[in-house]
Each structure stands twice: as structure tokens, then as C-alpha cells.
């Protein structure tokens, strides 16, 4: 097989990097390898589980968490599905020849990568951006200095979608790019997924497996404006709780942190504001957990409603009697 370019060995180490240790040893079990648990350091471990990784192995891990982990995701939309991923890939090659006047322009996205996952079919397209400074004192000048952010992105699209996923830490930065990308590829035009409308946020409420926190929106009035932030304890679901159902009649939803359980050993944590559908993942994530993620709200944004176990029960126990 062949082996991993350059750029590819550098998103690797730092996913390896910022990996908690725990999920290096399955890591290590999964694959067969033994790494130093008593190494002096994590760049010791990472080096140690790289050398004995095979190419076929490395290639595995970095599809399946080199974009994904604690990223930060925005949801978009569009009215028809996306043409079949080698359709699209044929017209990426526009986007890297964009030249610009200069190569250090703020807030403006510069492609760098094009890659078909061939396991998922998924297509992902990656860029960075300048966005912000910070001065900085020269020290052996005493002179300041302004040191310019780079950042990095990454534009996802998956076959037989409607769902154009982007993952970038700026609003302003995935907004821009879910713009710019499908008109360089002549695809139609994707929208912000907006979860703020009562019907779409049941939808999701019913569809996760516990909420956790919640950020309810109050109604205006002549004399104030703003939020109420209700947070769970241990253990609880918010959704059992009867002021939160008290404080929602009166507002909106528009924040949560909620989990999902796809096995009894697997959750998936995450902060998602509701107006523009965007993500942070608070465990380290899977790209095939967030392809699920993804798939359901798509079928939230079309209309499927979720039901909970417990409320199933009900029905069936209910039909019985």
C-alpha cells in the first residue's frame, strides 16, 4: 500500500497528540502494537505506536479521527440531494487553482487538500485561513510585533446528502466557505439548518438520548432581554425535569449540551446552538458518529420524528391494555 505523504504523517501525529490516553491504549490493543506507558512524555508514546503501525493502519486512524475529534461542526442545507461524490470530485480541481493576490489575506479561505475517503465515499475538502492577532514582544529587540492566527478547516460532503457539513472554528469562516465551495463546483446553494423553530427542536429533543444543559430563550418585553441557562444533575436527564418544561413554554431552546448513546460502551457528547446548527464535540469523536449525527438531523430537517423508548412503551402498553 502506499504510504502516507507528508501532510498526511503531520495530521496524524497531531490527532495521535490530542487523543486522550486512554483511547491510545485500545488503540495500541486494537492494532496489536506496544507502546511504553512508562515513556517520558506523549510525543515518546506517539513515536513508539508509529513505528510499528503499518501503512494500511495509519491510513485506517486518520480516516476515521483526523477531522473528527473535539471539532467544532456547522450544518448546512440543501433542496436536493448531492450528485454522486465523483461527479463533484471531477470539479475540485477548480478550487485549488483560485489564486488570490497575495497569499496572507485575512478571513479568506486557501485550499490546500482534496481527499475521497474511498471506505465512507466521503468527500472532504481542506483549507486554512488567517483570522485575528496578538501582539508579541521581540525579545531581543524589545520591539512588538503582531503575530497573525492560522487556522484550519474542512468542508465535508457525503454521497446522496442534502447535508453539507463544515468544520472550522469561526461562524463568519463556515458561512463564507458553504458559499464559496458549491458555486465553484456548480452545485446549488446550501443554508445555514436553523433548529430554532418549535416543531424542528421537538424533533431533536425526542431524537437524543439525554439533555444535559440548556440555554432557553426568554420572551422579549418592554423591560428585558435574555437567557435562562438550566443545567441537570449528575445522572439526570433534563427532559424528566418539571422547570424545564415550565421555562420552555415561555421561550426557546436555543443551546444544549445532550448526549447520544449508540451502544451501552459508546456516547457521543456535544454543545449544539440551535439557530445555525453548529456542534462542539466534547468527547474525542469518530467520523462515522458524526456521519450519524449528520444523517439524523437531515431526516429531523425533512420532517421524521423521532420517538423515545420510553415513550414507545407507553404507546405499546398502552395499545395492549
Given at each position: 500500500?502506499e504510504?502516507?505523504?507528508?501532510?498526511?504523517?503531520l495530521?496524524?501525529?497531531?490527532?495521535?497528540?490530542?487523543?486522550?490516553?486512554?483511547?491510545?491504549?485500545?488503540?495500541?490493543?486494537?492494532?496489536e502494537?506496544?507502546?511504553?506507558?512508562?515513556?517520558?512524555?506523549?510525543?515518546?508514546?506517539?513515536?513508539?505506536l508509529?513505528?510499528?503501525?503499518?501503512?494500511?493502519?495509519?491510513?485506517?486512524?486518520?480516516?476515521?479521527?483526523g477531522?473528527?475529534?473535539?471539532?467544532?461542526?456547522?450544518?448546512?442545507?440543501?433542496?436536493?440531494?448531492?450528485?454522486?461524490?465523483?461527479?463533484?470530485?471531477?470539479?475540485t480541481?477548480?478550487?485549488?487553482?483560485?489564486?488570490?493576490?497575495?497569499?496572507?489575506?485575512?478571513?479568506?479561505?486557501?485550499y490546500?487538500?482534496?481527499?475521497?475517503?474511498?471506505?465512507?465515499?466521503?468527500?472532504?475538502?481542506?483549507?486554512?485561513?488567517?483570522?485575528?492577532?496578538?501582539?508579541?514582544?521581540?525579545?531581543?529587540?524589545?520591539?512588538?510585533?503582531?503575530?497573525?492566527?492560522?487556522?484550519?478547516?474542512?468542508?465535508?460532503?457525503?454521497?446522496?446528502?442534502?447535508?453539507?457539513?463544515?468544520?472550522?472554528?469561526?461562524?463568519?469562516?463556515?458561512?463564507?466557505?458553504?458559499?464559496?465551495?458549491?458555486?465553484?463546483?456548480?452545485?446549488?446553494?446550501?443554508?445555514?439548518?436553523n433548529?430554532?423553530?418549535?416543531?424542528?427542536?421537538?424533533?431533536?429533543?425526542?431524537?437524543?438520548?439525554?439533555?444535559?444543559?440548556?440555554?432557553?430563550?426568554?420572551?422579549?418585553?418592554?423591560t428585558?432581554?435574555?437567557?435562562?441557562?438550566?443545567?441537570?444533575?449528575?445522572?439526570?436527564d433534563?427532559?424528566?425535569?418539571?422547570?424545564?418544561?415550565?421555562?420552555?413554554?415561555?421561550?426557546?431552546?436555543?443551546?444544549?449540551?445532550?448526549?447520544?448513546?449508540r451502544?451501552?460502551?459508546?456516547?457521543?457528547?456535544?454543545?449544539?446552538?440551535?439557530?445555525?446548527?453548529?456542534?462542539?464535540?466534547?468527547?474525542?469523536?469518530?467520523?462515522?458518529?458524526?456521519?450519524?449525527?449528520?444523517?439524523?438531523?437531515?431526516?429531523?430537517?425533512?420532517?421524521?420524528?423521532?420517538?423515545?423508548?420510553?415513550?414507545?412503551?407507553?404507546?405499546?402498553?398502552?395499545?395492549?391494555?
Amino acid at each position: 500500500m502506499e504510504d502516507l505523504s507528508d501532510k498526511q504523517i503531520l495530521r496524524l501525529r497531531a490527532t495521535l497528540r490530542n487523543m486522550p490516553s486512554y483511547m491510545l491504549s485500545r488503540l495500541a490493543e486494537e492494532y496489536e502494537v506496544e507502546i511504553p506507558f512508562d515513556a517520558p512524555d506523549i510525543y515518546a508514546k506517539i513515536n513508539s505506536l508509529m513505528d510499528d503501525l503499518s501503512s494500511e493502519s495509519k491510513k485506517r486512524i486518520l480516516s476515521r479521527y483526523g477531522d473528527a475529534g473535539r471539532c467544532s461542526s456547522f450544518v448546512f442545507i440543501s433542496r436536493r440531494k448531492t450528485p454522486s461524490i465523483t461527479e463533484v470530485l471531477k470539479k475540485t480541481g477548480a478550487l485549488q487553482e483560485i489564486r488570490t493576490g497575495s497569499e496572507y489575506w485575512e478571513a479568506r479561505p486557501y485550499y490546500d487538500e482534496v481527499e475521497l475517503d474511498h471506505a465512507t465515499q466521503e468527500l472532504r475538502i481542506r483549507f486554512n485561513y488567517l483570522l485575528g492577532s496578538v501582539p508579541l514582544i521581540d525579545e531581543s529587540t524589545g520591539v512588538v510585533k503582531e503575530h497573525r492566527h492560522f487556522w484550519r478547516g474542512a468542508v465535508i460532503y457525503r454521497p446522496e446528502s442534502r447535508v453539507l457539513e463544515v468544520r472550522v472554528k469561526h461562524s463568519s469562516m463556515a458561512r463564507r466557505v458553504s458559499a464559496m465551495v458549491p458555486a465553484h463546483l456548480g452545485l446549488d446553494p446550501f443554508f445555514s439548518l436553523n433548529l430554532m423553530s418549535v416543531e424542528l427542536n421537538k424533533r431533536f429533543i425526542d431524537w437524543i438520548s439525554s439533555l444535559n444543559s440548556a440555554t432557553i430563550e426568554l420572551p422579549l418585553s418592554d423591560t428585558m432581554a435574555g437567557s435562562l441557562i438550566i443545567t441537570a444533575r449528575k445522572g439526570m436527564d433534563l427532559r424528566t425535569a418539571q422547570r424545564y418544561h415550565e421555562e420552555l413554554r415561555f421561550g426557546r431552546l436555543r443551546h444544549g449540551h445532550v448526549t447520544i448513546e449508540r451502544n451501552e460502551d459508546h456516547k457521543v457528547n456535544f454543545h449544539i446552538w440551535f439557530r445555525n446548527s453548529h456542534m462542539k464535540f466534547t468527547l474525542f469523536t469518530r467520523e462515522e458518529d458524526i456521519a450519524y449525527i449528520m444523517s439524523a438531523l437531515e431526516r429531523i430537517s425533512e420532517g421524521y420524528e423521532f420517538a423515545r423508548p420510553e415513550k414507545l412503551l407507553t404507546e405499546f402498553f398502552g395499545k395492549k391494555a
